[in-house]
């Protein structure tokens, strides 16, 4: 495919998930795309060929990421970026449930409990970690679930969060997580990056040999002690209100800090509904491991590029942009040509 090609190619796909709401397959791409767009010497119709060869190809995507829109991560990027008033950063670690009910041969297919759901679903089990600063939203990375590779989903967060560390350079105040994720070898790691984490905890996780739940004599309050797993100690604070738990590595936060940062972790669930409702990342139908993986990247692609327009026009959410964009002509490259008084 040459470069031409390609770069149509990766256009359409990405801008037609933009600017319109549907299943994603080839054809449809190329027939909403061609209906959209003016014919020109630099920009030619794509056939659904061409889309289906771009979904198999194998290319460094995550590079692509950082290099077009690693700037989401820079202070530069801030407009409202004060030095005396500096917002603090997160890293938030979750995983999702990518829904393939149909799918009979697809690669990776594994049967995941949803607990919103509340029952046992046929898809593909994502892990995801996304850089915000409360506002704007980069996703860092994600990997798929394979059980041929015996790596639990502690070990693919671990992975990506070396990938914060040593490929995007970042250095967030905080890595967020639910009460799955601090393991002992995972927070080992965060600590050892020189960051702090603030998680989630189960009542009946160990803290000075004693059960979180008997280590408190009211509803509420907060004590610092060792965290056990399989004899590996952590140092933390913890805090209780009513059946809630929350432990932090640092140890100098108040309980009603703790709380307040770790509500942050609602980003990522907001995150997860826009690759969802919005640009449909659950849509694809090959069945094969490499398309599927660059429908996502191709899908993270789409949700930098409408997070980037939302900041420069200083629009609240992405689902306002959406509204607007569902009536405007598909564009033909990321460098979006719009009127600035339709927003």
Same mark, same amino acid.
């Given at each position: 495919m040459n470069k031409l090609i390609f770069k149509t190619a990766l256009f359409a796909y990405i801008n037609s998930i933009c600017f319109r709401n549907f299943s994603p397959t080839c054809v449809k791409i190329s027939k909403i795309y061609n209906n959209n767009i003016?014919?020109?010497?630099?920009?030619?119709?794509?056939?659904?060929?061409?889309?289906?060869?771009?979904? #198999?190809?194998? #290319?460094?995507?995550?590079?692509f990421l950082k290099q077009k829109y690693g700037h989401l991560i820079s202070k530069k990027f801030d407009l409202n970026y004060n030095k005396s008033?500096?917002?603090?950063?997160?890293?938030? %670690?979750?995983?999702?449930?990518?829904?393939?009910p149909f799918s009979k041969e697809l690669e990776l297919l594994t049967w995941v409990y949803s607990p919103s759901d509340k029952k046992s679903l046929l898809g593909l089990n994502a892990v995801f970690v996304i850089w915000t600063d409360g506002n704007t939203r980069f996703p860092i990375g994600f990997r798929l679930m394979n059980i041929d590779d015996k790596k639990s989903r502690i070990d693919l967060a671990m992975d990506i969060l070396k990938d914060a560390k040593n490929f995007y350079k970042v250095n967030p105040d905080y890595v967020l997580m639910d009460s799955f994720y601090p393991a002992a070898k995972l927070l080992k790691l965060i600590r050892k990056f020189r960051w702090h984490w603030i998680a989630k905890i189960k009542s009946n996780r160990l803290i000075n040999d004693v059960q979180v739940k008997d280590f408190f004599s009211y509803r509420y309050?907060?004590?610092?002690?060792?965290?056990? #797993?399989?004899?590996? !100690?952590?140092?933390?604070?913890v805090t209780k209100q009513n059946d809630n738990y929350w432990a932090t590595s640092?140890?100098?936060?108040?309980?009603?800090?703790? !709380?307040?940062?770790?509500?942050? !972790?609602?980003? %990522?669930?907001?995150?997860?509904?826009?690759?969802?409702?919005?640009?449909?990342?659950?849509?694809?139908?090959?069945?094969?491991?490499?398309?599927?993986? @660059?429908?996502?990247?191709?899908?993270?692609?789409?949700?930098? #590029?409408?997070?980037?327009?939302?900041?420069?026009?200083?629009?609240?959410?992405?689902?306002? %942009?959406?509204?607007?964009?569902?009536?405007? %002509?598909?564009?033909? @490259?990321?460098?979006?040509?719009?009127?600035?008084?339709?927003?």
């Open positions: 003016v014919v020109d010497s630099k920009c030619s119709c794509i056939s659904h060929d061409k889309l289906q060869r771009l979904l #198999q190809m194998e #290319q460094k995507w995550n590079l008033k500096r917002k603090k950063t997160f890293l938030i %670690i979750d995983d999702t449930i990518l829904a393939k309050g907060n004590k610092t002690g060792q965290m056990y #797993q399989k004899k590996v !100690r952590v140092k933390v604070k640092d140890i100098k936060l108040e309980s009603s800090i703790i !709380r307040k940062l770790y509500r942050k !972790r609602q980003i %990522i669930e907001e995150f997860f509904k826009i690759l969802k409702s919005e640009l449909m990342i659950e849509g694809c139908p090959s069945r094969t491991k490499t398309a599927q993986v @660059n429908h996502i990247y191709f899908v993270l692609i789409a949700f930098c #590029q409408l997070e980037e327009f939302r900041i420069k026009k200083n629009i609240t959410t992405i689902y306002k %942009i959406r509204l607007v964009l569902l009536d405007c %002509i598909i564009q033909k @490259n990321l460098k979006w040509n719009l009127k600035s008084n339709i927003f």
